[in-house]
């Protein structure tokens, strides 16, 4: 399995950032796919997950600001995440697996948000 993240790389303030994470070699329709973003002052940070069957998980301490979906016909799990600040500055992963594993991880998209 494959993952590739793309987005922006840079975005200003109060802006809406969307980011999309490609899998190939494996079906998203079986797996959970989730977005991990690390920052220099906070370390690894779970953000958000889908299920296979389409169930979403959200970290809570983002107030409503994430949401993740999928199109399972592209291989694509996309990432938005509104009113972004300076603290949302950080590199971006996908990560691919089952409900207690991370088996594969994509690169990462770096992200910068400033004006």
């Known amino acids: 399995v494959h993952l590739q993240e793309s987005g922006p790389g840079l975005v200003k303030p109060s802006q809406t950032l969307s980011l999309t994470c490609t899998v190939s070699?494996?079906?998203?329709?079986?797996?959970?796919c989730d977005w991990v973003r690390q920052t220099r002052g906070k370390g690894l940070e779970w953000i958000a997950r889908?299920?296979?069957?389409?169930?979403?998980y959200v970290d809570p301490s983002l107030n409503n600001r994430a949401s993740i979906s999928k199109d399972t016909s592209k291989g694509q799990v996309t990432l938005e995440l509104s009113l972004v600040t300076p603290e949302d500055s950080a590199r971006y992963y996908c990560?691919?697996?089952?409900?207690?594993?991370?088996?594969?991880w994509g690169q990462g998209t770096q992200v910068i948000v400033s004006s």
């Open positions: 990560a691919y697996g089952t409900k207690t594993s991370f088996e594969t």
């Open positions: 070699g494996g079906p998203i329709s079986s797996a959970y």
């Open positions: 889908i299920s296979y069957s389409g169930t979403v």
